[in-house]
């Protein structure tokens, strides 16, 4: 099965529209991982919008399943990983001021600075991810930095499934297959959602992940989050 990391940036974005700590960033951490999900992510970005660093700190006594923290590998961020000690950090090569994630690294442009970065979280026991786009030689680089994932960025995915264009999943298929040849775990996500996680999922070998959080908390409002954390879960057996 694959697991469920929900995204909870948006719990943030809406506790900040106002102040104060309503709704309450760890209450819902807790709860999400009391429902079912197999672990909580966070993207704090450089200007605090949504997660604080804070919020990443505090989060660490509260997510006893898998912590994922996302983010560009700055300074700042590096020095935050180190010290909350995730289960996993997922590398994103964010522009800063970006509205939201919308590139994969060039790993072979990139590739001596992410192996510099990734060795140190790995002497520090994190496991490693790098965001990727459904590319073979991104891939193929990816495995060179000595990261121990992947995460495929999935927005193309999930435009063409939203065009009913089952064959938009064939580039993310071979990535996952070279994936699967080179020993690299694979993870998932942006725009993954219930109307399209289960297509995803049955045609993607060896996903072992999937982060979820603009769609899934959306999804909730309607459908409330217990309810649709399950959905997700089903729809990932």
């Known amino acids: 099965m694959t697991k469920l ?26 709860d999400v991982q009391k429902f079912g999900a197999e672990g909580v992510t966070v993207h704090p970005r450089p200007d605090e919008r949504h997660i604080r660093y804070q919020d990443a700190r505090d989060l660490s006594s509260v997510v006893y399943t898998e912590y994922n923290i996302e983010g560009n590998p700055q300074h700042n961020f590096i020095d935050l990983v180190l010290e909350c000690k995730p ?52 891939v193929e680089g990816a495995k060179e ?4 994932r992947i995460e495929l960025y999935t927005e193309s995915f999930a435009h063409e499934y939203g065009l009913g264009n089952e064959k938009g999943v064939e580039p993310y298929v071979k990535a996952a297959i070279k994936a699967n040849e080179l020993n690299l775990g694979i993870n998932a996500g942006h725009d993954l959602s219930l ?43």
């Open 145 to 148: 930095t000595g990261t121990d």
């Open 195 to 237: 109307d399209n996680i289960k297509f995803f999922k049955d045609n993607i070998p060896g996903l072992l992940e999937v982060s979820i959080g603009h769609a899934l908390i959306s999804e909730a409002l309607y459908l409330g989050l217990e309810n649709t954390v399950n959905m997700y879960l089903q729809r990932l057996k």
């Open 87 to 138: 289960t996993q950090v997922t590398l994103v090569p964010d522009a800063i001021g970006a509205l939201t994630s919308n590139a994969g690294w060039d790993t072979i442009k990139n590739q001596a600075y992410l192996k510099e970065v990734i060795a140190e979280f790995k002497r520090n026991n994190i496991r490693t991810s790098i965001f990727v786009d459904p590319i073979i030689e991104m």
């Open 5 to 30: 990391s929900v995204n909870i940036n948006k719990i943030a974005t809406l506790r900040n529209s106002r102040g104060g700590d309503v709704p309450n960033l760890l209450q819902v951490a807790k």
